[in-house]
Every structure is written in C-alpha cells, then in structure tokens.
C-alpha cells in the first residue's frame, strides 16, 4: 500500500454574505492505493467539500492538497485541469453521462480530449466496459440504459485514463439495492487491481463494502461514528 493522496490540514470555508461557513475544518488523512476508502458523514456534512479538494477541484481555504507527491494547492488552475484529466476519475451520483453519446463514446470521451487517437480511444474504452461487464451495451444511448448500467458505464468512463484515483460521490444514491451492490462490488474490484477508490456516501448500509472508513460529521473527521441518528 502506498499513500496517493494527503490533506495535510486543509480548510475549507465559504463565505456568504458576511457569514462565513466552515465546510470542512482543518483536516488531515491519507488516502491509500489497493483500499476502497469508505468516507461516511450526513448530509451537510463536509463529505463533497474533501471529496472536492482530494479531487483537486476546489484550493483549500488553508493547509495542502498532495496528490501523488505533488503540492497542488501551489499550483495554477491549468495545471489542476491537467491533474483531473490524467490522474484521477470521477464517478457522480447522476452519472453525468453525455446523452447523445452512446456508451462507447461517453467512455472514449477523456482519451480524445486529451489527444489521443480515435482508434486508441475505442481500444482502451472497450477493454474499460469489459471490466464493468457492459461490453455487449457498448452501442447503446444512456437512455435506454438502467440506473445500475449507466453507472458501471461512468465507472468505465472515470477509469479508462488509468487514473490513480477514483473518486465517487454518492454514486449508489439513484440506485435500487441491487444494482448498489453490483455498482459496489465493481469499485472493489478496481481497488483490489492496485486503485485508491475513494466512495462517498450517506448510506451506513455501504459500510460491508469499505476497507477502511472515515467519518465527516459537521465538518470534522473522525474513525468513529458519533451521532447514528444524523444519518436518518
Ligand atoms: P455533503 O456533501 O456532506 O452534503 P457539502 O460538502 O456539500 O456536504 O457541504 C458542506 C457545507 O458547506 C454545507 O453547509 C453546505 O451548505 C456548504 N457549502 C458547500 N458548497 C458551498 C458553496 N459553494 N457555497 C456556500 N456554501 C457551500
Ligand atoms: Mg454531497
């Protein structure tokens, strides 16, 4: 196991108005490769803000993003773009997949953007549905995919650069229990080939799925659960 991604007491505060939130307090972990690490809190909690800031989406109000041993809270927007593009993939709640697009396309869409050949693209995009068993689905829209099937096709999607990172925000919250858990058992998978998968959720009931589990309550990390009547 080796250590992907630090928050070395990294803050994050919104300001609105002449009110100033704290969305996340000064927080340090490490995210680890080889693991699916589970980061639990309420709605509310702080749980898109670290998953922002891991994802080098946000800068930290203080503190420091380090991602594969780079500082990036030093570094200029452009270079952030370069670091979503390559070294992480992203897994959204709504899937986010691109509508006219088919299944094959939306998965091709990161490598042509980043220059690579069309041919290239459909290779390694093909080989990426294979992982998530949705290779005989390669040609259809996402509209006439279920919840459960588009979401393996964003899996797809967010590794096919062979990013380090996989970064999921609630991505079982649209689905029924079952297509959850085939969701779930993907992104185990990919962990289990050497990724740091990163899934967060308000659902206790994911928990069985996690190799290691932090808990974000009102902005602050902790190992334990405090308050199991927040999550209702
Ligand atoms: P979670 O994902 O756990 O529901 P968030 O990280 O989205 O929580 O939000 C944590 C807190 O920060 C909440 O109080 C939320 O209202 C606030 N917040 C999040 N994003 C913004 C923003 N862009 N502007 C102002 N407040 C925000
Ligand atoms: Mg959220």
Redesign the pocket.
Known sequence: MEVIASLRGAKKE?K?GDTT?V?LDNTSIDIENNRLTLIM?P????????LSLIGCVIYPTSGDVIIQGTDVTKLPEKRLAHIRLNNIGFVFQHFNLLNPLTALENVMQPLLLRGESKKQAKEKALAALEKVSMLDRKNNLPKKLSGGQKQRVAIARALVTDAAIILCDEPTASLDAKSASLVMEDLKQLAAGGKAVVV?THDLRLRPFADRIIY?EE?KVSDKLKDEEAYK
């Open positions: 919104y609105t939130i969305a809190g709605s509310g909690s702080g749980k898109t803000t670290l967060v974000v902005g």
